[in-house]
């Protein structure tokens, strides 16, 4: 599976942006497929997640209630809503691909990484 992120950029506080994960591969639509963001300096960090069936979530803390994680299977696509989006939401988002295909928030259960893409949030 080659997971392929997009839809970064620079946006003011209180902006919006939609982030999407386009992955190859027919399995892909069985695994859970999460979020995580790493800003200069810090940690990645578990930002949300979502299963195969879309039906189950995970946010993090500092995200819940203002970005939203959802999926279309028949276009092998993730995406990942940001609203009301802060200067401490600025980091480099990873997307991920667990093929154990639980709801996991821990970095070393996903097994594909695609390449990040920059969020930028001015104040």
């Known amino acids: 599976v080659q997971l392929q992120a997009s839809g970064g950029g620079l946006v003011q506080a209180g902006g919006s942006l939609r982030l999407s994960c386009a992955a190859s591969?027919?399995?892909?639509?069985?695994?859970?497929v999460g979020w995580f963001r790493q800003a200069p300096g810090k940690e990645r960090e578990f930002v949300a997640a979502?299963?195969?069936?879309?039906?189950?979530?995970s946010y993090a803390g500092s995200v819940k209630g203002r970005f939203t994680i959802s999926r279309d299977n028949a276009k092998n696509t993730v995406y990942l809503q940001l609203n009301s989006l802060k200067p401490e939401d600025t980091a480099v988002y990873y997307c991920?691909?667990?093929?154990?295909?639980?709801?996991?928030?821990?970095?070393?259960?996903?097994?594909?990484w695609g390449q990040g893409t920059l969020v930028t949030v001015s104040s």
């Open positions: 991920a691909a667990d093929r154990n295909g639980g709801l996991t928030s821990h970095q070393y259960d996903y097994d594909y």
């Open positions: 979502i299963a195969w069936s879309g039906e189950r979530t």
């Open positions: 591969g027919r399995t892909f639509s069985r695994y859970t």
